[in-house]
């Protein structure tokens, strides 16, 4: 091979790659079928890491969810810079004791991440979520900052509102996908739970899909399907959502509620601010594209006593 | 009078290695230079430990130029009098043995060819000098177009660095996106490497990366001039420590070049000599080369008294020009047309004086760009004239200023950004928010959105919304949350407009606090 061959065959090469783009064609599953009546495991206390424990063990034990080896994705919301009292973020203490017993169950990587909205740096170390995971001291854990290079575009084949968008990688990869949302006030969705908390694994501007948001994000949920979504409710900001920052508009709950169905999970977080799940428009919608149930009379919802 | 440690043993003894000494403290001083420009960061702390800010802290240059400016002492420069001190004591030995930009300097000797007989300016940079002192004085501060530091960390933060991050992560991303994963395997753990140790967090974008690359790149080209051509001819601070090292008490001896010989004249990279063959203290930085190849061991150092020296090398003409100039400067800044131009749309960091303080104080080091950890804050070009080139300004459509962030205060060497704690930042105001209704998507298309008031970060937001009962663009009636600012709750971070997701300019804007304070015609 000469040279004018060998560059030639590299450029070719290369330009074939460039224009096509990798696009995930992922069929979405009917999930939530309406025959299974859902747990709603619902746990109140103040020791969020035993409450964590038990709502898990009660919907089956961590091994349900996580097998040896797996690639298990915790997707709490770090959305902003703001502090564990405040209320903005996931409390570190429940996604630490998640990653502690996924890493029991034998995971062989642990993703922990969220596409924050304000800088990421100051999200990871001021929501308590950085320091926590460095105290557990486990190779396979991973907190890791967004890495563009990992968003790929994603045909939404049934999306109503969305047809495609980009979401990150190892979100997509997982073999088991945790959703660890807080619950909160939002002002235009009126709440933000776990269906919302989706948008820390897409790319693109994310401020566009905020036009028909609920539909939007009901679309994004048949992508992201997580196995077990556990909505930190300890202390939730009940005004000037979704970052908060005044503790007057924090409430303190002391709840946790785990659940393998994303739709009851966020009907049943909704009821903690005196609204109903059919208020909540995501909730509706994804209801209505079969991703779970939000009638909490055909759920099953048990309290479990510290 | 000598001293009796010239004499000595000890000196004798250290004599043959003291070029190698000198070479390692150069080496130590850049290496700690490098470390504090990466460390010119957020690290995981509200408050930065160290940063690239102390090497202005130190330059006495700095010093008397703010001191001029402001006619006050800036006691955030204190650290100024130990290299002015060690100056008394052994003269120019900053630029030889502690300057990290005549470290680099020396280093690019060894690629770019001097000629044997090098170009000799040596009164312009008391010229420069003079110019810079006196238009300080009178109301314009320009060292930020010579200060050598500024020079040095500007160019690396608007575009060495830029780019050299840029270059690194095109090749790991390449490998990554397109190359087989066996080579990414590979090379991935590498590039987490360099990530943690060498390259910045972030790829940052600058305006006047080129300009001030230039700038930079030009110090480095003179060199085809002579050696060290910035250094004895251009540098403001050269010819300040210059000044003072007349004072200095360590001495190169002999005074007068040996006649057989002049090796020491012919090879010296400052040309501390004059056309009489004469020793010239004030240009000597110490540099320890004629030790080495002085054939008969003839030359030392010694601690003397200072006696009556010649005059500096700048005769009256040149020093009535540069006093002419220095004093016309400020006038003609004055008069520019844009000096009278409203700056409705300049936002300055937070902790920023009052604009004509802050002009006087800031040195345009670009550290505040630097560390800002959202790439927000930005050098301006010629919107504010000549004198405000360099000046840091916040463009929120790049990035906002972070709420909980205060760095730039912190890292601000003349305190031309006062120091802010994060209760007073978040009371401090940059600016003011409005919005553009024809272009907002909620008044203008009937579409939801309020994107900016879900990001105001203050703790009573300060945009709220009314709910509407309005009909959409196809007649259906529709509720709408309708956005408004506050004005008084607003401090201008710029988040709105940074995340406002409408095409092009945002629909609401942020402009400088002073905007509607200051009437039109200059009169406040």
């Not at chain 1, 926590?132 to 790929?152: G, H, P, Q, S």
């Not at chain 2, 802010?420 to 203008?444: E, P, R, S, T």
Request: net charge positive; glycine share 6%; proline share 5%.
């Amino acid at each position: 091979m000469d040279r004018r061959k060998f560059l030639k065959q590299v450029s070719l090469w290369s330009a074939g790659i460039i224009i096509t783009p990798p696009v995930f064609n992922l069929t979405p599953k009917l999930f939530g079928s309406p025959l299974i009546k859902p747990d709603i495991l619902v746990a109140k206390g103040d020791d969020y890491s035993g409450m964590v424990r038990q709502v898990v063990q009660s919907l089956g034990g961590i091994k349900a969810f996580v097998k040896n080896g797996d690639k298990v994705v915790i997707k709490p919301n770090i959305g902003w810079d703001r502090n564990v009292e405040q209320g903005a973020n996931t409390h570190p203490l429940i996604v630490a004791e998640l990653a502690k017993l996924c890493l029991g169950a034998g995971a062989s990587k642990i993703f922990i991440f969220d596409r924050t909205c304000n800088e990421e740096r100051r999200c990871y170390n001021n929501s308590g979520i950085k320091s926590a995971m460095k105290e557990i001291r486990d190779k396979r854990l991973r907190l890791e900052y967004i890495d563009d290079r990992k968003f790929v575009p994603v045909n939404i084949k049934k999306g109503k509102a969305l047809k495609e968008w980009s979401f990150y990688k190892d979100a997509l990869e997982a073999d088991c996908y945790i959703n660890v949302p807080v619950a909160k006030h939002h002002s235009l969705s009126r709440l933000s739970i776990g269906l919302k908390n989706v948008m820390g694994v897409i790319g693109g501007w994310r401020g566009k899909i905020h036009y028909k948001l609920g539909a939007k994000l009901a679309d994004l949920n048949m992508v992201i399907k997580p196995k077990l979504t556990i909505v930190d409710a300890t202390r939730v900001i009940v005004r000037n959502g979704p970052q908060g920052g005044d503790l007057k508009d924090v409430k303190i709950l002391n709840t946790i509620i785990g659940s393998v169905d994303p739709v009851a999970a966020d009907a049943y977080a909704t009821t903690l601010f005196g609204l109903e799940p059919h208020q909540i428009k995501s909730t509706v919608e994804a209801y209505k594209r079969g991703l779970g149930q939000m009638d909490l009379g055909k759920c099953n919802v048990r309290y479990l006593k510290a | 009078m000598q001293c009796p440690l010239s004499k000595s043993l000890i000196f004798m003894k250290i004599k043959p290695y003291l070029k190698q000494v000198r070479r390692l403290s150069q080496l130590i001083c850049l290496v700690i230079f490098l470390f504090l420009f990466r460390q010119t960061d957020y690290t995981g702390s509200d408050t930065i430990p160290y940063a690239v800010n102390i090497l202005f802290r130190l330059d006495p240059l700095v010093l008397a130029t703010i001191t001029l400016a402001q006619k006050t002492f800036v006691t955030l420069l204190w650290p100024s009098f130990i290299i002015i001190g060690l100056t008394f004591l052994f003269g120019r030995c900053f630029c030889s043995w502690i300057c990290p930009l005549g470290t680099l300097i020396d280093i690019s000797d060894h690629f770019i060819k001097s000629p044997k007989t090098s170009v000799r300016l040596p009164y312009l940079k008391y010229v420069i000098l003079i110019i810079i002192l006196i238009s300080s004085a009178f109301g314009v501060q320009l060292l930020g177009f010579a200060d050598p530091f500024s020079l040095l960390v500007r160019g690396m933060v608007f575009s060495i660095d830029p780019v050299m991050n840029y270059l690194v992560s095109l090749f790991f991303d390449s490998v990554y996106t397109r190359g087989p994963a066996a080579f990414s395997n590979i090379s991935e753990p590498v590039y987490e490497v360099l990530k943690t140790f060498v390259l910045p967090f972030k790829q940052s974008f600058f305006y006047l990366s080129f300009l001030s690359f230039f700038l930079l790149i030009l110090i480095f080209i003179m060199e085809v001039f002579g050696k060290r051509f910035w250094c004895r001819n251009l540098c403001p601070l050269g010819g300040l420590l210059a000044l003072i090292s007349r004072l200095s008490i360590f001495k190169r001896i002999p005074v007068k070049v040996c006649k057989n010989c002049e090796l020491c004249e012919s090879e010296c990279r400052m040309n501390a000599f004059d056309k009489n063959h004469y020793f010239m203290f004030e240009e000597c930085s110490l540099c320890m080369d004629c030790l080495e190849f002085c054939p008969d061991n003839i030359t030392t150092f010694k601690f003397s008294i200072p006696k009556n020296k010649p005059f500096v090398n700048i005769n009256r003409r040149q020093l009535i020009v540069a006093g002419l100039t220095g004093l016309a400067l400020p006038v003609l800044c004055r008069t520019n047309a844009m000096s009278k131009m409203p700056d409705d749309d300049l936002i300055r960091p937070p902790g920023a004086l009052n604009e004509t303080d802050f002009l006087a104080s800031c040195v345009r080091c670009g550290e505040c760009m630097k560390v800002c950890i959202n790439n927000a804050l930005q050098p301006l070009f010629l919107e504010k004239g000549f004198e405000g080139m360099f000046t840091p300004k916040l463009v929120p459509r790049l990035g906002y200023c972070e709420f909980n962030c205060t760095l730039c205060s912190q890292v601000c060497p003349t305190g031309a950004l006062g120091r802010l704690n994060v209760k007073q930042k978040h009371a401090f105001i940059i600016g003011k928010a409005y919005f553009d209704k024809n272009k907002c998507m909620v008044y203008a298309e009937k579409k939801s959105c309020i994107v900016c008031e879900e990001h105001c970060p203050t703790h009573d937001k300060a945009i709220k919304f009314n709910e509407i009962k309005i009909r959409d663009v196809f007649g259906n009636p529709v509720v709408l949350k309708q956005p408004y600012v506050v004005e008084e709750l607003c401090i201008g971070c710029g988040i709105c407009e940074h995340i406002c997701p409408v095409q092009g300019e945002a629909a609401i804007k942020v402009v400088g606090k002073d905007s509607k304070m200051v009437s039109r015609s200059g009169y406040t």
